[in-house]
């Protein structure tokens, strides 16, 4: 296994950290949105950087679409759990201003 696939991961995590916080604070959905905003902010952002473009001619297409589906799945995971947090946070505070009966 390539270290190529872990920083897709912690990329993903900073990325769905970053996004939670502030669609969070913006008061902007829930836990679908916030994965789903993440994970395409981050995938592409793991694509462009993480492939090696001049390369792909020689590689066959399995490996590409495999290596791709590698990075979609690391990524997936480091949103997942970099929007924990946010989340958190924002259920806390919701929680503290509900009235006490």
């Known amino acids: 296994m390539d270290?190529?696939?872990?920083?897709?991961?912690?990329?993903?995590?900073v990325v769905?950290?970053?996004v939670g916080t502030v669609?969070?604070?913006?008061?902007?959905g829930g836990k679908r949105r916030l994965v789903g905003v993440s994970f395409g902010l981050s995938l592409l952002l793991?694509?462009?950087l993480?492939?090696?473009w001049t390369q792909?001619?020689?590689l066959p297409l399995g490996f590409l679409i495999l290596d791709l589906g590698m990075i979609a799945l690391f990524t997936l995971i480091g949103c997942a759990v970099g929007i924990v947090p946010p989340l958190a946070v924002r259920r806390l505070l919701r929680a503290a201003r509900?009235?006490?009966?």
């Open 46 to 48: 793991n694509t462009v």
């Open 50 to 52: 993480l492939i090696d």
């Open 16 to 18: 769905g950290l970053v």
């Open 23 to 28: 669609l969070a604070a913006m008061g902007w």
């Open 56 to 58: 792909t001619g020689s």
């Open 3 to 13: 270290y190529t696939y872990f920083v897709a991961g912690f990329i993903g995590l």
């Open 98 to 101: 509900q009235p006490k009966s």
